[in-house]
């Protein structure tokens, strides 16, 4: 709260007895105070059990809380401001009129529907032509939105860095899982090893499978992640998330399930489907009471002309059959106006500092992305459900768990530099690709790597090196400045998920393997490159 020197003091009110050669003042003050789109209140001066009280009030300050003007007659001016300690500052206030002071500030005003409006208020004392202060004028400017707005692009900055802080993680791990991957593989190939040291180290190749998962939701949650569409079960994924989302509704709420017998195979992103769930149902949390419960909901539907459309429906849903994801929950349920903005970037019912509005928005644009559709069913006081299709597919789920591959058994005589930052992942390679025949050259950094390639005094045939992560831009620099002095070099990328696709080279002249990599991917990928036609 702060008080504010006023200069000169607020005018005094013109007579409206004062008709000499002027219309009447008082109905022309009267009018511009109307049409003020600022909410203006005069108060008495004088402080009583309800504060001060309103004698008048002009329709803008009405249409802003709710109330009638002989309602606000009624409250006083105690019963409207939210925050405890501006009352006594109000009241200090008063009992200082003389000195000519502003007193402004902002916070919360009570609704006559019980919720609050965030606004800027500014009490000026008005005094009549002997200098003798008569009553208040309090002018009231509705931040509501603005501040919704504020704390929406606070929210974003925070995930951003937090996304940021994410995949940075997600890049250092992608590399130990590299590194992890290809030493099972090397260790699976080699002599034979006895039964129960295989099987242990098929366990050790099934964590990083998982591992490697993870970090993918990592980076989901950072938004650093192209589309990566595969065939999953969508109930397979509703149960693997069952866990986590229960314990968002716990203690005094619940989760249950009612999934369909089908395994009702789709093809998305299973980590930003994982997102729509999570979003979904954080929505249908917040709008539940005490003991209220969510419920996930799985079902295979055939939409044919008859019900393919719906009033809900932003565009009617092609004819097909479609695997369904319901979330429903029995809260306190949105009117029709509010369903009509749900989906609107920034939208909210929530309180300040309880919701962004980005979270619709974003599973609206994963919906979309995936080829699918929503629909929204509710009511005030019954309940909400929200409706993902999502096009069944007929293809079997793409297993996520795969065996430890063979390194295939590939062979050449060509010449390869390696860029890699990581000095294990950068060895590692080295040793392999130098087992199988290839002359190596490795550097940690681009710039070494570019002057050993001059100092070599013949042609690289093969280029490895890392798109994205701390040294993204170096790589495609390097990538530039070998080209130019080696122009039939083939470049093999090792790219982390959230990293654009290289497009400086011709198809047959590039190629790309996601960290974390499988080894025998990449061994086949340098055949590959250096077999095509040049």
Same mark, same amino acid.
């Given at each position: 709260?702060?008080?504010?020197?006023?200069?000169?003091?607020?005018?005094?009110?013109?007579?409206?007895?004062?008709? +000499? /050669?002027?219309?009447?003042?008082?109905? !022309?003050?009267? =009018?511009? *105070? $109307?049409? @003020?789109?600022?909410?203006?209140?005069?108060?008495?001066?004088?402080?009583?059990?309800?504060?001060?009280?309103?004698?008048?009030?002009?329709?803008?300050?009405?249409?802003?809380?709710?109330?009638?003007?002989?309602?606000?007659?009624?409250?006083?001016?105690?019963?409207?401001?939210?925050?405890?300690?501006?009352?006594?500052?109000?009241?200090?206030?008063?009992?200082?009129?003389?000195?000519?002071?502003?007193?402004?500030?902002?916070?919360?005003?009570?609704?006559?529907?019980?919720?609050?409006?965030?606004?800027?208020?500014?009490?000026?004392?008005?005094?009549?032509?002997?200098?003798?202060?008569?009553?208040?004028?309090?002018?009231? +400017? /509705?931040?509501?939105?603005?501040?919704? !707005?504020?704390? =929406?692009? *606070? $929210?974003? @900055?925070?995930?951003?860095?937090?996304?940021?802080?994410?995949?940075?993680?997600?890049?250092?791990?992608?590399?130990?899982?590299?590194?992890?991957?290809?030493?099972?593989?090397?260790?699976?190939?080699?002599?034979?090893?006895?039964?129960?040291?295989?099987?242990?180290?098929?366990?050790?190749?099934?964590?990083?499978?998982?591992?490697?998962?993870?970090?993918?939701?990592?980076?989901?949650?950072?938004?650093?992640?192209?589309?990566?569409?595969?065939?999953?079960?969508?109930?397979?994924?509703?149960?693997?998330?069952?866990?986590?989302?229960?314990?968002?509704?716990?203690?005094?709420?619940?989760?249950?399930?009612?999934?369909?017998?089908?395994?009702?195979?789709?093809?998305?992103?299973?980590?930003?489907?994982?997102?729509?769930?999570?979003?979904?149902?954080?929505?249908?949390?917040?709008?539940?009471?005490?003991?209220?419960?969510?419920?996930?909901?799985?079902?295979?539907?055939?939409?044919?002309?008859?019900?393919?459309?719906?009033?809900?429906?932003?565009?009617?849903?092609?004819?097909?059959?479609?695997?369904?994801?319901?979330?429903?929950?029995?809260?306190?349920?949105?009117?029709?106006?509010?369903?009509?903005?749900?989906?609107?970037?920034?939208?909210?019912?929530?309180?300040?500092?309880?919701?962004?509005?980005?979270?619709?928005?974003?599973?609206?644009?994963?919906?979309?992305?995936?080829?699918?559709?929503?629909?929204?069913?509710?009511?005030?006081?019954?309940?909400?459900?929200?409706?993902?299709?999502?096009?069944?597919?007929?293809?079997?789920?793409?297993?996520?768990?795969?065996?430890?591959?063979?390194?295939?058994?590939?062979?050449?005589?060509?010449?390869?530099?390696?860029?890699?930052?990581?000095?294990?992942?950068?060895?590692?390679?080295?040793?392999?690709?130098?087992?199988?025949?290839?002359?190596?050259?490795?550097?940690?950094?681009?710039?070494?790597?570019?002057?050993?390639?001059?100092?070599?005094?013949?042609?690289?045939?093969?280029?490895?090196?890392?798109?994205?992560?701390?040294?993204?831009?170096?790589?495609?620099?390097?990538?530039?400045?070998?080209?130019?002095?080696?122009?039939?070099?083939?470049?093999?990328?090792?790219?982390?998920?959230?990293?654009?696709?290289?497009?400086?080279?011709?198809?047959?002249?590039?190629?790309?393997?996601?960290?974390?990599?499988?080894?025998?991917?990449?061994?086949?990928?340098?055949?590959?490159?250096?077999?095509?036609?040049?």
């Amino acid at each position: 709260m702060r008080y504010l020197q006023s200069t000169p003091p607020f005018p005094a009110l013109p007579d409206a007895r004062d008709t +000499r /050669d002027k219309p009447p003042a008082a109905p !022309l003050l009267a =009018a511009a *105070v $109307h049409a @003020q789109s600022e909410g203006v209140l005069i108060v008495e001066k004088r402080w009583t059990r309800k504060g001060l009280k309103i004698i008048f009030a002009n329709e803008s300050f009405c249409a802003m809380t709710g109330h009638t003007v002989s309602g606000l007659r009624e409250l006083g001016l105690a019963t409207l401001h939210v925050e405890t300690d501006t009352l006594p500052r109000l009241k200090d206030w008063v009992s200082h009129l003389q000195s000519g002071t502003v007193f402004s500030g902002e916070g919360g005003l009570l609704r006559k529907d019980g919720t609050a409006l965030f606004a800027a208020w500014n009490y000026c004392p008005v005094h009549d032509e002997r200098g003798r202060v008569t009553h208040i004028v309090a002018t009231f +400017r /509705d931040l509501t939105e603005k501040r919704r !707005l504020q704390e =929406a692009l *606070v $929210h974003s @900055q925070r995930l951003d860095a937090v996304g940021r802080l994410a995949g940075g993680v997600a890049h250092d791990f992608n590399n130990l899982l590299s590194v992890i991957n290809g030493y099972c593989e090397i260790l699976a190939t080699k002599a034979p090893i006895r039964r129960q040291a295989s099987r242990e180290l098929e366990e050790i190749h099934l964590a990083s499978q998982k591992a490697a998962l993870l970090v993918r939701q990592l980076l989901a949650f950072s938004r650093r992640q192209a589309m990566n569409p595969k065939v999953i079960s969508l109930n397979q994924l509703v149960r693997d998330n069952a866990e986590i989302l229960s314990r968002l509704l716990k203690p005094s709420k619940s989760l249950a399930l009612s999934l369909d017998t089908e395994s009702l195979n789709i093809r998305v992103d299973p980590a930003q489907l994982q997102q729509v769930l999570l979003n979904l149902t954080i929505n249908a949390r917040d709008a539940l009471a005490e003991g209220g419960q969510v419920t996930l909901t799985t079902a295979l539907r055939e939409i044919t002309g008859e019900n393919q459309s719906d009033p809900s429906d932003l565009e009617p849903i092609p004819t097909g059959r479609y695997a369904v994801l319901a979330v429903h929950d029995n809260g306190i349920g949105m009117d029709e106006q509010t369903q009509s903005h749900l989906f609107e970037p920034f939208f909210t019912t929530k309180e300040p500092g309880h919701g962004t509005g980005l979270g619709l928005a974003l599973v609206y644009g994963v919906v979309q992305q995936s080829g699918g559709h929503i629909r929204v069913h509710s009511a005030p006081r019954v309940g909400s459900t929200f409706e993902i299709f999502l096009p069944e597919v007929r293809e079997p789920v793409q297993a996520i768990h795969a065996p430890i591959p063979t390194l295939p058994g590939t062979r050449g005589r060509e010449t390869v530099l390696i860029v890699e930052e990581d000095d294990v992942i950068r060895k590692m390679v080295a040793s392999i690709l130098t087992a199988d025949g290839y002359t190596v050259l490795s550097e940690r950094t681009a710039d070494d790597g570019l002057d050993i390639a001059r100092r070599l005094g013949r042609p690289i045939d093969l280029l490895i090196t890392q798109i994205g992560g701390n040294v993204g831009s170096e790589g495609e620099k390097l990538v530039r400045d070998l080209h130019a002095e080696h122009p039939q070099v083939r470049v093999l990328a090792t790219c982390n998920p959230d990293c654009a696709p290289l497009a400086m080279l011709s198809a047959d002249r590039v190629a790309c393997v996601t960290k974390p990599f499988a080894l025998s991917a990449l061994i086949k990928s340098v055949r590959t490159l250096l077999d095509a036609k040049k």
